[in-house]
Each structure stands twice: as structure tokens, then as C-alpha cells.
């Protein structure tokens, strides 16, 4: 059996996550679907548990003791993502139900306004449809173009072919920080630095690096960052929008309802101030209150902790993947995270992740949200294995062993 160096105390962490500790198929679970999903830390659980038992009630309009303590909790969190991505103030915190949401909100109420014809949107070609399609759709309204910044052979970002495309025109810059479908951990720094010198403003879909790396907005200078709790061992239905306070109060409100005015009359309607001015109607608020759980979780451990950990996992199960016969990776980037996606000859991705699954071991498989990417590679999708700080070599083993006997069988 091999043995892990990096200093994580995995017994801890598993102990966190009793969904794990289920037999699937007859066969120990082997959860590398974290990419999608990752699964949720018992603290997140009870976090939830408390609130509904407790001291559930609305936030913000009552006085009375359950609602001051939802509000507090609620206020707690914004405190703690405040903290956690280092923003100036936690007003800059918005809540949303995930980042898809959290990319819709610019495109609709920031684009609204700063968008007009003519006008340049960069995006890369590893994006998510989610920061692709809210473009394409701002595009359409406004008359702006999408402009996209090409990649090489092993999923990177050609940064002097993207300085090429900057100009005058373009008026947003928006990518990923980590490929979900390969991993490639992009150079944002320097592409939001590149950005801020035609006075672009930037978003940076922060979906995949929240869990994995440690973020820090006013580092990174982006206006926007966008991310969600469902991947950082929170609860589903809860994301975040953070935004420059200039460039949020710039903009305005994404949807019309309770919360996110000072003062309605039919004459007309004054907003509230940020965030609440983006968070009309009632938010998620349990969700929001355990989110806070999750990334406790997370700097317990420590962003660097679980970075050097799975990237261990990476290096050794790219090893063993790489001996197995008609293994071929996509996306091989010097700087890569804790994903990795491949084909194997003549077996079609979705009868591997059936055949895992049998075994039960969980991967995705298909396009991963990601069909332009694909295009690049002729490819209708791969199988993708994402690793988790929860995950072990162990279960690597299992995973290139199992697949090493599909491999023979289908020979
Ligand atoms: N961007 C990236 C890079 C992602 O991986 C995902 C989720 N797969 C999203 C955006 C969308 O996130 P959500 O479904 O939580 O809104």
C-alpha cells in the first residue's frame, strides 16, 4: 500500500464525510466527482440541521428573536467569505445561488448598462457554458461581440495571443481561474493585469479554484469573482458574486423585489444599498449560514495544506494512469489541479463511467458543460476524475486497477 507524505490527517478529514463510508454496487465508494460536486463536510450538515430545528426564521424585516439570530448567522457568513477571498469590505459580498447565477447577474445588470454595440467581450475556450452563454445572450441584447482567446494543445491560454486581442474595445475579460474539464490553473493575475491596462473591466469564474487554491480579490485586482459553495463542501443553492464596491454601485439591480429597495412607491423606487440592492426576495438562508461551516472546514485544513495533498494525488495517479495501454490524457498543463480528464482507445466514455460505476467508483463523463473546449480536442467529451482533499492514493489504486482490467477486457 503506498503512503501519503503530505501532512493532512486523512482520518479526520474522512470522518467529516460519513457519505463516504457506503458500499456502492457491493463495492467501497470511490467518489472522484468532486469537479461537480463535492461532497458536503458533516460540521456544513449540522450547521443546516441547527438552523431548521433552532432558529430558522426570515432575515432583515422582523425584530424578534429567532429573526435577529437568522439575521446575524446570515451576516456572519458574508463576514467569513469577506475574510476568506480577502475583499476590502464585506459589502462587496453578494449572495446568489451559485455562480452560474452569480455570472447571469453581470451580464444582465452590469452589461445592461456598460455593454453597447461594438463593444469587445474576451472570454477564453476552456470556459464553462455558464461564462459563455450569459455572453453570448448580453451579446445579443447589446450588440457587443465575443471575442475568444485561444488555447494550445495542452490547455493553455496562449497569454500573447490574448494581449493581441486586448484594445480599446474590449470592455470585459472574463475566464476561469481553474478549467473544470482539464484543470489547467490559468495565470489570471496577469490576464486581469493585461485587462486593467485598455480599462477592461474583469470577472473571474472562481468555480473550481475556491476548494483548491487560496483567493484573494484585492491580490487578483478582478472587479468580479464569482463562485460556489456546492464545490467547497457547502450546501447547494449558494453562491457568491463578489464585486468592486465602485463597480457594483455602478451597476444596477439584477431583479426587482423585497429586500433590495430603501423606498417603493408607485411613482417609483428607490434601491437599497449594496449588496442588498442584488438580493432581492428571500435568499437561501440556511444554506448561507452553513456555507460558513464550509469554509472553516477548508482553512482548518489550510488552502496550502490541501493544494500540496491533491496535488500529490495528481502527480501519482497521472503516473499510473499514463502505464495503463491506450490511456490518453486531455489537457496537460504545467500548472494543473487535482482533475484529470482522458479517453481510453476503443472504449467510449460513457461505457467507462458505467463499467467504474459497477466497481463503484464515481468520474464523470461527456462534455462537461464545456462543448466548445471539446470541438478543440474533435472530441464529443472525455471521462473526468476530480480529486477532493478527501480523497486517498488508495482509492487511486483501485481506480487505475479497475481500470486496467476494462482496458483488458475490451482488447
Ligand atoms: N464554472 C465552472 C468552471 C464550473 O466548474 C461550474 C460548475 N461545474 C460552473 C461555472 C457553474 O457552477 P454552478 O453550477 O454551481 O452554478
Known amino acids: 500500500m503506498s503512503t501519503v507524505t503530505t501532512a493532512i490527517d486523512i482520518k479526520k478529514i474522512r470522518s ?9 454496487n457491493g463495492k467501497p465508494l470511490i467518489y472522484f466527482d468532486n469537479a461537480a460536486s463535492s461532497q458536503t463536510a458533516k460540521s456544513v450538515v449540522d450547521a443546516l440541521v441547527n438552523f431548521y430545528e433552532k432558529d430558522h426564521a426570515n432575515i432583515h424585516r422582523g425584530i424578534h428573536t429567532l429573526a435577529e439570530r437568522s439575521t446575524k448567522a446570515f451576516e456572519e457568513t458574508r463576514e467569513r467569505v469577506h475574510q476568506f477571498i480577502n475583499s476590502a469590505e464585506a459589502d462587496e459580498i ?11 447577474l453581470v451580464a444582465q445588470a452590469w452589461g445592461s448598462k456598460f455593454l453597447k454595440s461594438g463593444d469587445e467581450i474576451l472570454i477564453s475556450h476552456l470556459e464553462h457554458h455558464s461564462n459563455i452563454v450569459p455572453w453570448q445572450l448580453a451579446a445579443e441584447r447589446t450588440g457587443a461581440i465575443i471575442k475568444v482567446i485561444p488555447i494550445n494543445e495542452k490547455g493553455e491560454i496562449l497569454i500573447e495571443e490574448y494581449k493581441k486581442l486586448l484594445s480599446t474595445k474590449t470592455k470585459l475579460v472574463a475566464v476561469n481561474y481553474i478549467s473544470n474539464s482539464l484543470g489547467t490553473i490559468n495565470p489570471v493575475k496577469e490576464i486581469i493585469a493585461e485587462a486593467i491596462k485598455v480599462n477592461a473591466t474583469t470577472l473571474i469564474d472562481a468555480a473550481q479554484a475556491a476548494p483548491h487554491i487560496k483567493i484573494d480579490v484585492q491580490e487578483l485586482n478582478c472587479d468580479f469573482l464569482a463562485l460556489s459553495s456546492h464545490k467547497m463542501y457547502g450546501p447547494t443553492g449558494v453562491g457568491v458574486l463578489y464585486g468592486r464596491r465602485e463597480v457594483l454601485e455602478a451597476t444596477p439591480p439584477y431583479q426587482g423585489g423585497g429586500e433590495m429597495i ?6 417609483g423606487t428607490t434601491f437599497n444599498d449594496i449588496p442588498y440592492k442584488f438580493e432581492a426576495g428571500t435568499p437561501n438562508i440556511g444554506g448561507v449560514i ?3 461551516s464550509a469554509m472553516d472546514f477548508i482553512d482548518e485544513i489550510g488552502h496550502e495544506a490541501i493544494q500540496a495533498y491533491e496535488h ?3 502527480e501519482y495517479a497521472t503516473d499510473r494512469l499514463n502505464q495503463i495501454p491506450g490511456f490518453t490524457p486531455i489537457g496537460t498543463a ?7 480528464s482522458f479517453l481510453i482507445d476503443n472504449v467510449h466514455p460513457y461505457d467507462l463511467g458505467q463499467l467504474l460505476d459497477v466497481k463503484g467508483i464515481a468520474v464523470r463523463t461527456g462534455h462537461h458543460c464545456t462543448q466548445p473546449l471539446m470541438d478543440f480536442f474533435e472530441i464529443d467529451g472525455t471521462v473526468r476524475a476530480s480529486f477532493a482533499v ?5 482509492e487511486i489504486d483501485v481506480f487505475c486497477e479497475s481500470l486496467q482490467k476494462i482496458v483488458e477486457r475490451f482488447s
Open 290 to 292: 452553513a456555507f460558513k
Open 94 to 104: 453578494i449572495f446568489t445561488k451559485g455562480t452560474t447565477e452569480s455570472i447571469n
Open 334 to 340: 504545467e500548472n494543473k489541479a487535482s482533475v484529470i
Open 262 to 267: 430603501k423606498d417603493v412607491s408607485f411613482s
Open 390 to 394: 478527501y480523497n486517498t492514493k488508495e
Open 312 to 314: 500529490e494525488l495528481l
Open 16 to 24: 467529516q464525510f460519513p457519505i463516504l463510508d457506503q458500499e456502492v
